[in-house]
């Protein structure tokens, strides 16, 4: 069976990459998405299983010390990884899977799994991305300033991607992220190219 694609979501907190994927989702109903682990506390709505597996720091260490996450990082002061079986399911099983992780694991799914077809997501302007942290009311002021801050430094990581999508529209980016999906997975091949063979008339 042909394996899965693999594609890794990554953007500052705020750009919309949660909002966008819930209308890839209703586009792309086959496509799977990746539930990660996090030592950060539920935001109001959020369900476990569902948004994140939500775990104390011990549990994700001793996870992180049986080899058990693809990736990982500490984004905000939180600890976030990607559990390795999971994405191995998935992928063995023929399905596509879509990671939203941050900078930090991309560039580890990135070494690991070079074939990972890698998107970053843009705001229209730093302005509008700081209306939509403050505008989703999950953050307080400090929290608010540290992410706008790190935003700045995480924006010159977008040259490592092979996409970028400026999130101005929830729909139409949307519709961006299924083309990009749907013209990769007509590709012949991934990575290096296969030497060229004759072709007899
Ligand atoms: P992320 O998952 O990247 O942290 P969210 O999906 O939580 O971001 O979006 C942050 C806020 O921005 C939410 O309140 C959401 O409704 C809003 N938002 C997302 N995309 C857009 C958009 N294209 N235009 C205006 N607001 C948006
Ligand atoms: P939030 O707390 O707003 O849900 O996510 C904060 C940041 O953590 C976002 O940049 C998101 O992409 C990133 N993130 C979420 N899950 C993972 C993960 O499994 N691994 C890594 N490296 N980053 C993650």
């Not at 979501?9 to 949660?18: A, F, H, I, T």
């Not at 976030?80 to 999971?86: A, F, P, R, S, V």
């Not at 070494?111 to 953050?139: C, D, H, K, N, Y």
């Amino acid at each position: 069976m042909k394996k899965g694609l693999l594609i890794v979501l990554s953007g500052p907190s705020g750009v919309g990459k949660g909002t966008v994927c819930r209308s890839l989702q209703a586009r792309m109903p086959g496509l799977c998405f990746s539930v990660s682990a996090t030592t950060r506390p539920p935001r109001p709505g959020e369900i476990e299983g569902r948004d994140y597996y939500f775990l104390s720091d011990d549990h994700f260490q001793r996870l992180l010390a049986e080899g058990a996450f693809l990736e990982w990082a500490l984004v905000h002061g939180r600890h976030y990884g990607t559990l390795k079986d999971k994405v191995s399911k998935v992928l063995a099983s023929g399905n596509d899977l879509l990671l939203e992780i941050d900078i930090q694991g991309a560039e580890q799914v990135r070494r690991q799994m070079p074939e990972a077809v890698t998107i970053f997501m843009a705001p229209p302007s730093m302005a509008a991305l700081e209306q939509r942290i403050i505008g989703r009311g999950t953050e307080d002021a400090v929290k608010i300033r540290q992410r706008l801050e790190a935003a700045r430094r995480e924006m010159e990581a977008y040259r490592n991607y092979e996409y970028l999508v400026v999130n101005d529209e929830v729909e139409a980016t949307a519709a961006l992220l299924a083309s990009i999906i749907q013209s990769e997975k007509c590709r012949v091949s991934r990575g290096a190219r296969p030497p060229v063979q004759e072709v007899s008339e």
